[in-house]
């Protein structure tokens, strides 16, 4: 009985373990929304990182979060910087570290609570005619052996947020 109990055990700890060794390290989640309006006044609004406010679901989660705002919004270098007491938002910032004129950016985030880690975002946008824009968001992460395994579980709760957040601004830049 004892033997059978040390084999479940081990098993239980074990199979976690080796599913985390053949899991991929890096996560790749792709959103994507048309909105009814041109592409440039789609650009202007999603390269102003402070619009997040009025549509990211992160950010609206805790109404008492801290904002704090470094440099030129929308341009190389500006920083977008938060921190709230709720777990589920937590502490970090994100950095504009490139813009293509017309087409989109890409952030680094950088996660300091509840946990420490650094992951990159890019939005991109195409014209589908004159007044209808696709947004792409694509989010990746990366996480060392044996997280990956909270990082795969985590994968659609994440994807379900960020189709959330393009929703929003579907909506937001839609009723304008």
Do not use: C
């Amino acid at each position: 009985m004892f033997l059978i109990i040390i084999i479940i055990v081990a098993a239980l700890v074990v199979t976690p373990l080796l599913m985390a060794l053949i899991l991929p390290n890096e996560f790749v989640m792709i959103s994507e929304i048309v909105i009814e309006k041109p592409e440039d006044e789609v650009f202007e609004y999603i390269i102003r990182l402070k619009n997040q406010e009025n549509y990211s679901k992160w950010v609206m989660a805790d109404p008492k979060v801290q904002l704090d705002y470094r440099g030129t919004d929308g341009t190389v270098g500006f920083v977008a910087a938060w921190k709230s007491n709720m777990k589920n938002v937590g502490e970090g910032e994100q950095e504009i570290t490139k813009v293509i004129d017309g087409e989109g950016y890409d952030v680094e985030i950088r996660f300091k609570k509840p946990f420490k880690g650094v992951s990159h975002a890019n939005v991109r946008i195409k014209a589908l005619s004159d007044y209808q824009t696709q947004v792409t968001t694509t989010f990746i992460t990366y996480s060392a052996f044996p997280s990956n395994l909270m990082s795969a579980m985590m994968k659609s709760i994440l994807l379900k947020d960020m189709d959330q957040n393009s929703a929003n601004l579907k909506k937001v830049l839609e009723k304008n």
